[in-house]
């Protein structure tokens, strides 16, 4: 079993759809989580950041951590054709110097005008 | 501007080569990385460097070798001891050591002819 799970996709909504991209985890130890937006071939960027469990919001992306049930999500509202790319979680136990990064497989999605 | 540069965008090698991929940055980061990525596998460590003059296996660095001779610069070799060379491969920086929060330049598309 992966460390980390993430359903591929592909997913494909119309301009305007509410999105939820989700991971779930094994390791209880995490508690650093991330989302990085991927263009097709290109590097991937830092979308959000969040520590602890809860909800994290900027413009239409929230993103939410539940570690009871060792889960995590990423909406985004109002979706735009723009917001078509690859989505990646990333986890990491520890701090500092401690700890490594596990990535997601990916969730490739596609926003239709 | 500040960021990541690799080259070559794409490059291909021949059977027994050795290839090197070059990754320069200029954000005066501490800590440098360099993954792989294949369809459907996320991404994987295979080399980071957290100090110059030392660097750390990830976990799929046989075939690879690196240096980290300035802080500005993480070439990547990917040595004939490689047998499964085709990916698309991702350097990273970071400002502090081993953090989560990862910069990457835009890859380099790595062929076998």
């Known amino acids: 079993q992966k460390e980390v799970e993430q359903d591929p996709g592909p997913l494909s909504v119309p301009e305007g759809a509410i999105v939820s991209l989700n991971c779930t985890y094994s390791?209880?130890?995490?508690?650093?989580f991330m989302w990085y937006r991927q263009y097709s071939r290109k590097g991937p960027e830092l979308l959000m950041y969040?520590?602890?469990?809860g909800n994290k919001e900027d413009g239409r992306f929230t993103a939410q951590v539940d570690k009871s049930s060792k889960y995590i999500s990423l909406f985004i509202r109002d979706s735009q054709p723009s917001d078509s790319a690859t989505y990646l979680c990333a986890m990491k136990n520890g701090s500092g110097n401690t700890g490594k990064l596990i990535f997601g497989q990916g969730t490739t999605l596609q926003v239709k005008p | 501007d500040g960021g990541i540069t690799q080259s070559p965008k794409y490059l291909f090698r021949k059977e027994g080569q050795n290839v090197t991929l070059s990754c320069e940055q200029n954000l005066n980061h501490d800590a440098m990385y360099w993954y792989r990525q294949d369809p459907g596998q996320g991404l994987r460590l295979i080399y980071y460097s957290q100090i110059v003059n030392d660097f750390q296996k990830g976990d799929i660095a046989e075939g690879y070798s690196v240096s980290r001779e300035k802080k500005e610069s993480f070439p990547l070799t990917v040595t004939s001891a490689q047998k499964n060379p085709t990916a698309f491969y991702l350097c990273?920086?970071?400002?502090?050591?081993?953090?989560?929060?990862?910069?990457f330049g835009s890859g380099t598309q790595l062929s076998v002819l």
């Open positions: 390791n209880s130890a995490f508690q650093y």
């Open positions: 990273a920086s970071s400002t502090r050591r081993v953090d989560e929060k990862l910069f």
């Open positions: 969040t520590y602890s469990s």
